[in-house]
């Protein structure tokens, strides 16, 4: 049997046997419903209490709602058998605290009883998704924005853009003033639960733009190519251009029309020496990789690490324990 391969978002969760020039076969919310001790949807009249989010800005938070979630992935989803379970590779964020990496090995040997596990941060397994082994990594998601490497040399920080939702839920206000900003980008219609029709034209705009210049949300921060910019300018200049050069740019929100073109338009005004060059997926890739692009890579990197002996067994566990997460991965 394959090894699975889970990649776990603030959004969505894909998770699929390591088969790296496919769609993963489960795309699914990580958003769950409550259910009242009947096994019932909790009451819609409790709008404030009906879901939950066990990864918030793409940590895991709540862990009896992942364990939930994974088994049904696991067992539902994948077809995995009670006491017959593989091997897993999780996709993991930039800075994840030890106990959260602890917590996730513990809770894959001892509540599913798999018989491998292994880790690989998102970032450097967007670069194996395009074929690359070294550059950097713009990761755009739901949550979060993270900036990183496979350079061990060098050491990227992460930022957040807070607000970004607050551009998405200003569409619905009753005034709808920016309809008189004369702006002459393409407009769309859309109709809201209550039946209002609205009219969106400039918020398609402001909404991504807002990550080049933070300070149409009133944030005082670099756009994120001035930040990757800054980032990469305290390495050597060699490694400068081979980390620059090799720009992934991913996650959901970069799938929005002319994203990319946004971004190398921003890149050519860098007043940097070696400016960021996105790097393009190979044709055989499926469509859209950058939206699983971390799962992609996570599934190359499996048929490497298991069949090679590289990652976690459960007599390593057993000897070691949870600690053995951090010398055995990352």
């Known amino acids: 049997m394959e090894a699975a391969v889970v990649d776990v978002g603030s959004k969505l969760l894909k ?27 909790t009451d819609s009249s409790l709008a404030d209490n009906v879901t939950v ?31 017959n379970e593989g091997q897993i590779l999780f996709t993991d964020p930039l800075c994840t605290p030890k106990a959260n990496k602890e917590q996730l090995v513990q809770l894959m040997f001892e509540t599913f009883n798999i018989s491998g596990f292994y880790a690989s941060e998102q970032a450097v397994l967007s670069l194996y998704a395009v074929g690359r082994i070294s550059g950097c990594t713009v990761d755009i998601g739901h949550g979060k924005i993270e900036l990183g490497k496979s350079n061990p040399q060098v050491n990227i920080s992460m930022s957040d853009v807070e607000k970004i939702k607050e551009l998405y839920s200003c569409c619905a206000e009753d005034e709808l003033a920016y309809q008189k900003t004369g702006y002459s980008c393409p407009v769309e219609k859309h109709t809201l639960p209550d039946g209002q029709v609205i009219t969106i034209g400039r918020e398609r705009y402001t909404v991504g733009e807002a990550l080049f210049q933070p300070c149409l949300l009133g944030l005082e921060a670099h756009g994120i190519v001035d ?21 992934v740019v991913c996650g959901g929100t970069s799938s929005m029309a002319g ?12 007043s940097s020496a070696v400016q960021p060059t996105l790097v393009k997926p190979p044709e055989y890739m499926p469509e859209n990789l950058t939206m699983y692009s971390a799962w992609v890579g996570g599934a190359i990197l499996a048929k490497v690490v298991f069949p ?8 390593d566990y057993d000897e070691t324990g949870p600690s053995i997460v951090h010398r055995k991965c990352f």
């Open 15 to 41: 998770a699929d046997f390591a088969i790296p020039d496919q769609t993963p076969a489960m795309i699914i919310p990580t958003q769950m419903k409550q259910l009242l001790d009947d096994g019932s949807v």
């Open 53 to 83: 989010d066990p990864v918030v800005r793409g940590f895991i938070r709540d862990w009896d709602a992942i364990e939930d979630l994974l088994h049904h992935v696991l067992y539902s989803g994948l077809g995995w058998e009670i006491g």
């Open 227 to 247: 930040q990757l910019v800054r980032a990469i300018s305290t390495v050597s200049s060699d490694n400068q251009r081979q980390l620059l050069e090799n720009t």
């Open 259 to 270: 994203f990319e073109e946004r971004f190398q338009k921003e890149s050519s005004l860098s």
């Open 308 to 315: 090679q002996n590289q990652h976690i067994t459960k007599a």
